[in-house]
């Protein structure tokens, strides 16, 4: 089986900055894509960014210029910096990795259980 572990969502004030991190373990053979998304109340959830094993990465239009995604290998971990936050990117934020066991050939997608991020105007 393979947990991921979101830390660091809270308050703060727009303009303020945060910073996620994603822990992933179990029985991991390797790690594909990892990445971030969201879901505000009433919304989809949707995705604000992620990365390759390689380092290649693709963020949503409106966390552009703002949000930084990374990850180290060695440890299994994603990061996600936030900067310039404003009120609307208030959402749960979930943890995700595209992850090969060392049970089975193929990768499966799983899931972190969410961190708030908060945002007040």
């Known amino acids: 089986q393979v947990q991921l572990v979101e830390s660091g969502g809270g308050l703060v004030q727009a303009g303020g900055s945060l910073r996620l991190s994603c822990v992933a373990s179990?029985?991991?053979?390797?790690?594909?894509?990892m990445g971030w998304y969201r879901q505000a109340p009433g919304k989809q959830r949707e995705l604000v960014a992620a990365?390759?094993?390689?380092?290649?990465?693709n963020y949503a239009d409106s966390v552009k210029g703002r949000f930084t995604i990374s990850r180290d290998n060695a440890k299994n971990t994603v990061l996600l910096q936030m900067n310039s936050l404003k009120p609307e990117d208030t959402a749960v934020y979930y943890c995700?990795?595209?992850?090969?066991?060392?049970?089975?050939?193929?990768?499966?997608?799983?899931w972190g259980q969410g961190t708030q991020v908060t945002v007040s105007s």
């Open positions: 179990g029985s991991i053979a390797s790690i594909n894509a």
């Open positions: 995700n990795a595209d992850v090969r066991t060392y049970y089975r050939y193929r990768s499966d997608v799983y």
């Open positions: 990365i390759t094993s390689g380092g290649g990465t």
